[in-house]
Each structure stands twice: as structure tokens, then as C-alpha cells.
């Protein structure tokens, strides 16, 4: 089984199903990541090094990086975006495909599931199934449901290794994990974690909102 992860900011694609990966990843699948932008360079001088060491540690793909300017998406035709995706899900192939929540605070989010739900419309041309969308601290919440309130109806069990390979992927953003009680921070994605494994009876989960389930 193949996997996609499609992502705006190195660091989105831990943050939001960095456990998920390591599990699935552990459990024989390939899981690839599309990253749309490199961040900003000022704060992320090694940003592909960094990416590569959190994938290392999930059990992933060497993430492909493009360079589309960070929280400047808008500035970008939808075309151009939506076309980076689908070259991304031709040349992988993936079966599921995980992206940002659309009613995100962060703008690039929204249009990176935008670009996304274009990308992996169910056409004979392609063979995703599924299409998920991920919850992002410190971004999904901080929309305070103005944009789209994220109410998960799939929850994939943590505990244990993956949070472990999730909060240590995460370590690798140096400039990206931060100090609590931000939510970004190593505390806060356990309690993250925690609550939403609380939430399905689980010691702790990573949370998705079902887009889209063709069973063929």
C-alpha cells in the first residue's frame, strides 16, 4: 500500500499524522511526502537535512520539497498548485492520501487541501480511495471554528512507539518545536494526543476527518 502525505510547511506533515505514519510505515506501507513550500529560508537553513531526519525516524520517504513561497500561496494560480499535486499522486500512486484540515487558520493550508481535493478527484486516471484531513496545532484550533469547525470521525491509535517517533521527528524542526505551553511543544503534542486517544477510548490517537471513501 502506498501513502501520500501532501503537506504546506516542513514540519505540517509530523504535526499532523507523524504518528500515523510511523505506525503505518512500521506496518509495511510506503508512505511518501509532498511539502509544497521550504519554509522561510531565514529560519530553516537545512530544511530538506531536517525533513530527511524526521522521515528517517517515521519510517518514511525522503520527502520532495518544492519552493512555492511560503504563506504566499495566494499569490499562486491554483492551477499551478493543483498541478504540483497531481504529478505528486502520478508518479506515486498512493491509495490514500492525507492533507490540511480546510478551515485552518493558515491560508496555505486551505489551499493546499484545495489543491489536494482537486488533485485526487475520483477519476478513472486515478486510484486514490481515500482522502483524509489531518488536525495541525496551533493552527486548526486557532481558527476558533470560524472557518470550519474540525469535528474528527477517524481516530488511529498512537500510543507508545509512534507518539515516541512522532514527538522525536518533531525535535528535528529546530526552529519549529517550541517550549510550552505552546502547542507545538513536545508536553502539548502528548496532551494532544492524549485527549484525542481519550476521545475513542484509546491511551492516545492522531485524529482525521474522512473526506472521501470509494471502496471499489
Sequence with gaps: MTILIVAAHPD???????????????QGAEVATLIMT????????????QADNASDILGSLSPRIL????????????????AAVTNAVVDY?????????????????????????????????????????????SSTEWAFGQLGTFTPNVFVGIAG??????RQAMSQYTKEAMEFPHPRSPEALFAIASSWGSVA???????????????A
Design 12 to 26: 505540517d506533515e509530523v504535526l499532523g499524522c507523524g504518528g500515523t505514519i510511523a505506525k503505518l510505515a512500521s
Design 38 to 49: 521550504n519554509g522561510e529560508p531565514s529560519r530553516n537553513e537545512n530544511i530538506q537535512l
Design 67 to 82: 519552493d512555492f513561497p511560503d504563506q504566499r500561496l495566494d499569490c499562486v494560480p491554483m492551477q499551478e498548485i493543483a
Design 93 to 137: 500512486e498512493p491509495e490514500i492520501v492525507y492533507t490540511h484540515f480546510p478551515g485552518d487558520l493558515n491560508k496555505d493550508h486551505r489551499l493546499v487541501f484545495e489543491a489536494t481535493a482537486i488533485a485526487t478527484r475520483p477519476t478513472s486516471r486515478h486510484r486514490v480511495r481515500k482522502l483524509y484531513s489531518y488536525h495541525i496545532p
Design 161 to 166: 512507539k509512534p507518539l515516541d517517533a512522532k
Design 201 to 215: 477510548g484509546l491511551l492516545a490517537a492522531e485524529a482525521f476527518v474522512l473526506v472521501r471513501d470509494i471502496d
